[in-house]
């Protein structure tokens, strides 16, 4: 089957949208070349008159795939009442880091490139070596050559990431370019939502189908879309349709908190029961009132939402969009990097819930999920895969606490790379992160769910 293209394009049929003029130039700068920028911020982008340059740090897979279709591909929404397609066009040029390095640097140098934007996972920002240090390099190449003001937005499931991203690069930057990026260069905070599954087979049997022409970068996503953006930029901003604010942390709490946190619980649990997706997880009975039970009695009242913003509301809100048919997000995809998720989406809650003098009792079945998930059995003996960097760190220390739910608690407890104080040492947690282990192992997930 022909590929969908520039040329193709005008052949594709009127029932999918498709890009009107496209960009003459990329002013925006992004790294990462995953589904969920091309479901998302490359969407957003699309309805503006900015183009992108998308760079893939290592895999070329999609980037090969883009470059073969002329920056086009497309985007299927699914909905109760089936998909709607559109192709997208904000992509105008790819790069690859891994073998294009000094084009990465000229690209993030170059008084064209107005916006940076990241979607790179919450651990590259620990590798000064990988991306801090391809944008500090970067930023002293700009500060020499055009010196125009830049503005570098994470838009990766962490809080503050506008912070995160700044201390990540700035110690990385000599002397003479932290001067001038003091005054140049800008690093707001930004909340994205939307779920977008791996894709699959049948994201492209689906996407070949309505167009008629192959489409190797499709992706598929929920019809929900939501872009937080603190309002801080260093120069032009981008006439993107999303909520611009001075303030971005209630929102990132919020969704970090209850829909991340909710993901990841059903992800672990439903992992260990057998389930396939989270759709699937959350079927199971008792699973939907231990999420809401976990959303009102634990997660709400963690923190303060924005103005307007009901936490229970939102959740309630969340758990139909998880439960969208439509929606096949596998439980294994979720549950990858939990060392580095669940900082933010579990023990930031179960932290302040300590501090308030709450009980914990509910967050801790999720903790005890994880560390379920880390020994890498299922409850029917299947193997589960432990993708995380800290991998080798989490099954050393399983290994050596033995086997009783005490033991195992606290080693991962124990993790201070993961866990922090005032929660890797309290006693409550422990002992009801040990009770609910002894009931996964005595009656694994499912029946722990409809016991509840």
Known sequence: MESLNQKTLASVPGTVRVPGTRPAKAEILHIGAGAFHRAHQAVYTDDTDWGITVAAPRSREVIDALAAQDGLYTVATLGPGGAELRVVGSIVDTLHIATENERALDRIADEDTRVVTLTVTEKAYRDPEGIPGLLAAGLARRAKESGAPLTILCCDNLPDNGKTTREAVEPLL?????????????????????????????????????????DDAAVEAEPFTQWVIEDRFAGPRPPWDAT????????????????NGVHSTLAYLGALAGAETIG????????????????????????????????VAYGQAVLERFANPGIRHRCLQVAMDGSQKLPQRLFGTIADLIAAG?????AALPLAAWIRFCLGRADDGARLPLDDPLAAVLRERLAAAGGSPEALA??????RQVVPEPVASNAELRQATAAWLTDLDRHGAALTLENL
């Open 174 to 214: 000599d002397d003479a370019t932290r001067l001038w990026a003091e005054d140049n260069v800008a690093f707001p905070s930004t909340m994205v939502d939307r779920i977008v599954p791996a894709s699959t087979r049948a994201t492209y049997e689906r996407a070949a189908e309505a167009l008629g022409f192959a």
């Open 244 to 259: 611009f604010t001075d303030d971005v942390a209630g929102w990132e709490r919020l969704k970090l908190r209850t829909l």
């Open 280 to 311: 699937d997880a959350l079927a199971l009975p008792g699973a939907r009132g231990f999420a809401e039970r976990l959303i009102a009695d634990q997660i709400a009242p963690s923190f303060t939402p924005p103005d307007g913003q009901s936490t």
């Open 358 to 362: 709450e009980r914990v009792e509910l």
């Open 410 to 415: 606290g080693a991962i407890l124990g993790v």
